[in-house]
């Protein structure tokens, strides 16, 4: 059984600190990894990591495949309180129609 | 502007009476997909639809049903609703060939049955 599990739960941290979620998965022929951030609602696009493209970034933002060791962590540098939110991260399979999602990380940014 | 939108957004019910929720999405995907979101579980899929009178389950689909008569539109169907249906609903969509790729979410549907 697919299965993604992201750590940890729950993060407190005060403004202008580094942050660093991490993503973990078990899922059989991966095609792709991808982020999202969830504020009041619905989940945002953030990234889409493959095994052709294991690293990106956007801003303050940043993410890394590790292919060998199945996990991807999310790095976001000096946060700020509009960082505050759900992050989620879901692990799609070759030929499967659906994405795989965590629990989630809830992230709050103290100012 | 590119966007898939779900009606109702608050709904509260009580147990056994039916209740649909729509979801619409006007860029012509393939792939539709309605999930629910609950504290401590993330996203989970209950139905999924590849095109037009193509559906299939998810991964909690008991107690639900969907149907796809137009592509843009796949409503989410409680004949009869219970307590533990309470929960945060989505329905997102994306193009057949990029599923495993960025799906956009609708804005929610919290739904309350008592």
């Known amino acids: 059984e697919d299965k993604v599990v992201q750590s940890p739960l729950s993060l407190v941290v005060h403004e202008g600190d580094t942050v660093t979620l991490n993503c973990s998965y078990e899922v059989t022929n991966f095609r792709s990894l991808l982020w999202y951030k969830q504020e009041k609602k619905a989940p945002t696009f953030l990234f889409m990591l493959?095994?052709?493209?294991i690293e990106k970034k956007s801003g303050r933002l940043s993410s890394i495949l590790d292919k060998k060791e199945l996990s991807s962590i999310l790095n976001i540098t000096a946060t700020q309180t509009g960082d505050s939110a759900i992050y989620l991260c879901a692990v799609g399979r070759q030929g499967a129609q659906k994405l795989v999602f965590g629990q989630g990380t809830r992230l709050t940014i103290n100012p | 502007e590119a966007q898939v939108t779900q009606n109702p957004r608050y709904l509260i019910t009580v147990t056994g009476k039916k209740l649909t929720v729509t979801c619409s999405q006007n860029m012509n995907h393939e792939y539709m997909s309605w999930y629910r979101q609950d504290p401590g579980l993330g996203l989970r899929q209950i139905y999924y639809?590849?095109?037009?009178?193509?559906?299939d389950k998810g991964d909690v689909p008991e107690g639900y049903k969907v149907s796809r008569k137009e592509k843009r539109n796949f409503p989410l169907i409680l004949e009869s609703p219970s307590p533990n249906q309470t929960s945060l609903y989505f329905c997102?969509?994306?193009?057949?060939?990029?599923?495993?790729?960025?799906?956009?979410f609708g804005p929610g549907t919290r739904l309350t049955v008592t």
């Open positions: 639809s590849m095109n037009v009178e193509v559906t």
């Open positions: 997102a969509s994306s193009l057949a060939g990029r599923v495993s790729y960025e799906q956009y």
């Open positions: 493959t095994s052709s493209g």
